[in-house]
């Protein structure tokens, strides 16, 4: 079983349009992230969850609004695509929040047209 | 967190160790080291982490100057399936990975 499981895998959509990727993980973790990581490869931290509360929030415009139903899932949601959040975003999961190992998803390709 | 500076990239060998050097020379006291590593199209996986001791695990080992203002990973014996980006990442003992440019390790045959 994936540990980290992210899905859609690819996603190419308009711009201006609204789209969802979504996280899960079968860890029994209490903390999950999601990050960026650019067509120059370098990877960011975007939001950071510790049993469904919001605890990393890094500079992302709020059109990125992230979702924690429960504590095996972070959803992130962009509204009103633009071309410039074509990337790879990773999830990850971690036991704790300062857990010294994360745990990433395969990652989700967005482009945006 | 300190930054880290780490050559672009380096080949390797096919069975030989692959020594790869990481400067953080404004580590401070209570940051660790870690490492981990992207396979092409994949997520990055942890490989290692200190604090100023050196550690050894089933995947590497990682050597931290007295000074703590280096470290060097070592991949015993590389093998093709080491091929990545490996990043060295210096980190007070939360949650946040601040990953840089890495060091692309080629294994050639």
């Known amino acids: 079983d994936t540990a980290v499981s992210q899905t859609p895998k690819y996603l190419v959509t308009q711009m201006g349009n609204d789209k969802s990727i979504k996280c899960e993980q079968n860890l029994g973790h209490d903390t999950m992230y999601w990050y960026k990581q650019d067509s120059k490869k370098f990877l960011k931290i975007m939001f950071s969850?510790?049993?469904?509360?919001?605890?990393i929030n890094e500079t992302v415009p709020n059109r990125f609004s992230p979702k924690s139903p429960d504590k095996a899932h972070l959803n992130l949601h962009i509204n009103s695509l633009e071309l410039g959040d074509s990337a790879v975003y990773f999830c990850?999961?971690?036991?704790?929040?300062?857990?010294?190992?994360?745990?990433f998803g395969p990652g989700t390709r967005l482009t945006v047209l | 967190d300190a930054k880290t500076t780490q050559p672009p990239s380096m080949d390797c060998a096919e069975g030989r160790a692959a020594n790869l050097p990481c400067n953080h020379s404004t580590i401070s006291g209570n940051e660790y080291v870690y490492w981990y590593r992207q396979i092409h199209s994949q997520g990055p996986q942890y490989i290692i982490h200190?604090?100023?001791n050196n550690e050894t695990n089933e995947m590497a080992s990682l050597i931290i100057t007295e000074d703590r203002k280096s470290s060097t990973l070592i991949l015993p014996h590389a093998t093709l399936r080491d091929t990545a980006v490996y990043y060295c990442?210096?980190?007070?003992?939360?949650?946040?990975?601040?990953f840089g440019a890495g060091t692309t390790v080629t294994v050639r045959a």
């Open positions: 990442i210096v980190r007070a003992n939360d949650y946040k990975l601040s």
């Open positions: 200190g604090l100023k």
């Open positions: 969850y510790n049993n469904k509360e919001l605890i």
């Open positions: 990850a999961s971690s036991p704790a929040r300062s857990h010294n190992e994360q745990f």
